[in-house]
């Protein structure tokens, strides 16, 4: 039998409050709904994508902690979730210290690496959900995967912010993984009746005009609720403007 390998998205933003973990729930949850096996990552202390998908952060056993000490196997550390299909690596806020810890760890930023090749079959999809930084947590992730998303919000500085993100692209093809490829560049908060979000969009499109998802993520009221009753969107109000939008983000990653 073929064991085919998973993809491992990266959705690394350096700036805060993008959109990385609503789009890690979600794209999960759209992944999952079309019958793929989805294991969700999340490397952030602050445990967003935990919470949000209904787990206690405070009350995990065991976390990516355990995982990048080394002292738990990725198929130990990752639980179901309510969701059919989406799976959990669960964070917790004790993983902020894990970065000044890992500072004088040998194999430092490969970690995750070498701890996501222990994965038992089956999984198509691991999603990673990053901090807003590009810390030695990030690096790990960087390190791991095979592609990077990059969910951005319209406005005006996020573009130098992107230039940089850009660049450390550069950087870790060079010097931790040659495979690590731009999946995409994702709009979010896009609120379509403003200048703004379309000159953006339209900046965006020309300096990487390889490199920007076709769907655009709206602003949208059910997508901010969602996390607060444990639920991606997706299951949340199946119909929503926000839920319709992370399903064609699904196809389009699908696609790829
Ligand atoms: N499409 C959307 N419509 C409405 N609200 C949204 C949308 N996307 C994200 N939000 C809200 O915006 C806030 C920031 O989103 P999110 O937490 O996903 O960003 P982040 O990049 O993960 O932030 P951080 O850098 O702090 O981890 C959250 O309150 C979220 O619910
Ligand atoms: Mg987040």
New binding site residues.
């Given amino acids: 039998m073929l064991i085919s390998t998973p993809r491992i998205v990266a959705v690394v933003?350096q700036k805060?409050?993008?959109?990385?973990?609503?789009t890690v729930m979600n794209l999960g949850a759209a992944l999952a709904e079309r019958g793929a096996q989805v294991l969700v990552l999340d490397i952030?202390p602050?445990s967003?994508s935990t919470s949000g998908l209904g787990v206690d952060p405070s009350r995990a056993r065991l976390t990516v902690y355990e995982l990048l000490a080394g002292t738990a196997t990725i198929d130990e550390v990752a639980i179901p979730t309510a969701f059919p299909g989406l799976h959990l690596v669960p964070s917790q806020i004790g993983l902020a210290g894990a970065e000044i810890e890992l500072a004088t760890t040998p194999q430092r930023e490969h970690r995750l690496r070498h701890a996501l090749a222990e994965l038992s079959g089956g999984f198509g999809y691991v999603l990673i959900d990053c901090?807003?930084s590009l810390g030695l947590l990030t690096l790990n992730a960087l390190a791991a995967a095979t592609e990077m998303l990059i969910?951005m919000q319209c406005e005006y500085f996020a573009l130098e912010g992107l230039g940089h993100l850009m660049h450390t692209h550069g950087l870790i093809r060079m010097n931790l993984n040659r495979q690590l490829r731009v999946g995409g560049i994702l709009m979010?908060?896009f609120d379509a009746r403003t200048t703004l979000s379309w000159e953006v969009l339209s900046e965006v499109r020309r300096a990487y005009p390889d490199h920007v998802y076709r769907t655009l993520?709206?602003?949208?009221?059910r997508?901010?609720e969602a996390?607060s009753h444990g639920l991606p969107v997706i299951a949340y109000d199946p119909t929503c403007r926000?839920s319709e939008a992370y399903r064609q983000l699904a196809e389009e990653v699908l696609s790829q």
């Fill in positions: 933003n805060g409050g993008v959109g990385k973990t609503t952030d602050q967003n901090p807003p969910p979010t908060q993520i709206p602003r949208n009221v997508v901010g996390p926000g």
